[in-house]
């Protein structure tokens, strides 16, 4: 399998996550006005026209025979309750996902110990628990943690802050045929302006990042934890759904 020669930076340089203080409640984050449903409509109406039928021909590929025309019509008819619409506008009609590993999981090495101003080992924890909330989903790819670094296919590290108005990035790399191969995240102790991140906060980041991991791109489905500014703790159910739809299909355009 040929891989591409570049480095994949994922669209999830808008997260900022809102309600930093360890006394702030979820409550406190000021809401995002409702998204218009005109534009939702829109929105919608944009994406799934872009994975209409333009031709009803299978197209071969190296891959395979892949019936894009059957696919198109897959997201179509389970397009509800997921903001796959939302990814596939970004990605130009394609999905990009891991491939199955057929009950391998993905190694991943938690940075334990940084030198970070006020780094607290239970930041691990947190990030450690966003991965099991993801892996119960059952998905094709599957995590486990090593201890080794040079071990692992993910690594997780962390740094004080961006220098952007961030608190998270995650950057992968994909072969020819749109599966990822390889992903890192960076997880900031604290905000770009310095306020610290407590371990609610530090979960949910670690969530979205992974959602980008595994191939999610973000929604303007504020209530969903792949939404760019993270407003909510936990996964929500078009996160899951959304992840199955993507592995429930073949890495690659559906055009
Ligand atoms: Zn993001």
Do not use: C
């Not at 389970?78 to 009950?103: C, F, K, Q």
């Not at 486990?144 to 220098?163: G, L, M, T």
């Not at 310095?194 to 530090?202: F, I, Q, R, T, V």
């Not at 929604?219 to 996160?239: C, G, K």
């Amino acid at each position: 399998m040929k891989r591409a020669a570049f480095s994949f930076l994922s669209l999830s340089l808008g997260i900022s996550v809102l309600g930093a203080h360890r006394s702030t409640p979820i409550a406190a984050s000021k809401p995002l006005p409702a998204r218009p449903l005109e534009r939702a409509a829109g929105s919608l109406a944009r994406a799934l026209a872009a994975v209409m039928p333009r031709a009803t021909t299978t197209l071969s590929t190296d891959a395979g025979d892949v019936d894009r025309a059957a696919l198109r019509k897959k997201v179509r008819r389970e397009a509800t309750g997921t903001y796959i619409s939302d990814i596939l506008l970004e990605r130009d009609s394609s999905v990009a996902r891991w491939p199955d590993r057929h009950g391998v999981p993905l190694t991943v090495w938690i940075q334990p110990r940084s030198s970070v101003p006020d780094f607290e080992p239970g930041f691990v924890t947190q990030v450690r628990e966003a991965f099991e909330q993801w892996d119960a989903l059952h998905l094709p790819v599957r995590f486990s943690f090593v201890d080794d670094s040079a071990h692992a296919e993910v690594h997780v590290r962390w740094i004080d802050h961006f220098d952007e108005p961030i608190s998270g990035r995650t950057r992968w790399s994909r072969d020819d045929d749109w599966l990822i191969t390889d992903g890192n995240i960076i997880l900031a102790v604290h905000h770009y302006q310095g306020e610290l991140l407590d371990e609610d906060a530090m979960r949910a980041m670690a969530l979205h990042e992974i959602g980008h991991l595994i191939g999610l791109d973000h929604t303007t489905d504020t209530l969903s934890i792949m939404a760019p500014r993270v407003r909510v703790r936990s996964l929500s159910d078009a996160d899951r759904a959304t992840a199955r739809l993507i592995y429930s299909l073949p890495a690659g355009p559906l055009n």
